[in-house]
């Protein structure tokens, strides 16, 4: 048996650090991430398997479908498979979770333009694109 223990500065004892993904489009801002067993990420995008979210750290927002919703520590949100979904952080905050997923990853898709001009038509979901922090 295998056991993790948390660090004083929110990292995994023994766990390498790594970048959040090897991607130069900027779909992302300030996130590291750190692979205890399948782990996931953090763009705007959807794909077949299911996941989990589990807060640890911090406070945010998150859009899941057709909803943003605060998020805070412990809370747990379950995304279902082929449904858009993007976790930010509250400014000035990090925001640290457990992704986890019980299937064999799939390559995230990410969205197109029209599928972005249709979350955008959601003047709350274009709010939390354009990452305005009560959105």
């Known amino acids: 048996m295998l056991v993790h223990r948390k660090a004083r500065s929110y990292r995994w004892e023994g766990v390498q650090e790594l970048p959040y993904k090897e991607d130069n489009r900027a779909l992302f801002s300030s996130i590291t991430r750190q692979v205890l067993f399948?782990?996931?990420?953090?763009?705007?995008?959807r794909h077949e398997h299911m996941h989990a979210v589990l807060v640890l750290r911090g406070r945010g927002h998150c859009l899941v479908g057709g909803e943003v919703r605060r998020i805070e520590l412990r809370d747990l949100i379950t995304?279902?498979?082929?449904?858009?979904?993007?976790?930010?952080?509250?400014?000035?905050?990090p925001l640290g979770f457990?992704?986890?997923?019980?299937?064999?990853?799939?390559k995230p898709q990410l969205?197109?333009?029209?599928?972005?001009?249709?979350?955008?038509?959601?003047?709350?979901?274009?709010?939390?694109?354009?990452?305005e922090p009560d959105a």
């Open 111 to 131: 969205p197109s333009e029209q599928d972005l001009a249709r979350m955008r038509s959601d003047a709350r979901i274009a709010a939390f694109l354009h990452g």
């Open 79 to 93: 995304v279902p498979p082929m449904t858009w979904h993007q976790f930010r952080a509250t400014a000035n905050e």
């Open 98 to 106: 457990l992704c986890m997923v019980n299937a064999a990853r799939d």
């Open 38 to 45: 399948s782990g996931g990420f953090s763009t705007l995008e």
